[in-house]
């Protein structure tokens, strides 16, 4: 696959997943609180290339209230080479190759518990875009020479997906911004190895969990450096 043909195939699994992520009807609760839910339904490919033995995978989707302007989180989980910093569930992240302006090829190891998770290891392409008030980042696993499969980790695949920041339905202040927003992540992937789908199933809401967590304490961070620095 070339550089036109990637660029191409990014935006495909960005408008693809934003559909599946937007529809209303299908979805099954398996969280609802008032500053966090999160759904599920089946798995949808998208037409994007399925593992051999990979089972019955869903479709999750988290949302969030964060305590954080758009631009910061957004910029946040954008910052892929340092993702890893505060993400305690990735040990590695970082952008294989910058094929234009707004799309990346990037490659993540998951921290994993040997002997009982192997770590996991997959090549994710993703486009950015901004609709309305929404800032977006989707796109979905690609095999590349950059990074083929290894030994050394078993290889995960990430079918279309993406997050969305935007601002929360509260009152703006005079600059017309918000200190709230809305954070959105919709994830699908089939992990590979001997792990059972039934077991990944349940322990990806937990991860879940843990991400916004995560998210949320980096955010708070941020802000307070913010804060130092203006006074």
């Not at 699994?13 to 934003?18: I, V």
């Not at 559909?19 to 009807?25: D, H, N």
């Not at 302006?101 to 392409?125: A, E, K, M, W």
């Not at 017309?176 to 059972?196: A, E, R």
């Amino acid at each position: 696959m070339d550089k036109n043909e990637m660029i191409e195939l990014s935006k495909t699994a960005l408008d693809n997943a934003y559909e599946l992520c937007k529809r209303e009807e299908g979805w099954n609760v398996d969280t609802a609180g008032s500053d966090l839910s999160i759904d599920w339904r089946p798995g949808d490919n998208l037409g994007i290339k399925v593992m051999e033995n990979g089972g019955d995978w869903r479709a999750w989707r988290v949302k969030a209230e964060i305590e954080g302007t758009v631009d910061m989180v957004y910029n946040i989980v954008m910052d892929v080479d340092n993702i890893a910093s505060w993400n305690s569930s990735l040990t590695q992240s970082k952008v294989l190759e910058k094929l234009d302006d707004v799309t990346q090829l990037t490659y993540q190891v998951t921290s994993g518990q040997r002997p009982i998770v192997n770590h996991r290891d997959f090549v994710f392409l993703f486009r950015k875009e901004t609709r309305g008030e929404e800032r977006l980042a989707g796109g979905c696993s690609v095999d590349t020479d950059l990074k083929p499969p290894c030994k050394e980790y078993t290889r995960a695949w990430q079918f279309p997906g993406l997050m969305i920041v935007a601002p929360a339905a509260a009152e703006k202040d005079d600059s017309g911004s918000t200190d709230k927003c809305v954070f959105t992540w919709l994830q699908q992937s089939q992990y590979g190895g001997m792990m059972p789908v039934n077991i990944l199933n349940a322990v990806f809401p937990i991860a879940m969990k843990m991400f916004v967590n995560s998210l949320k304490a980096e955010v708070k961070k941020q802000r307070k450096k913010e804060k130092k620095q203006k006074s």
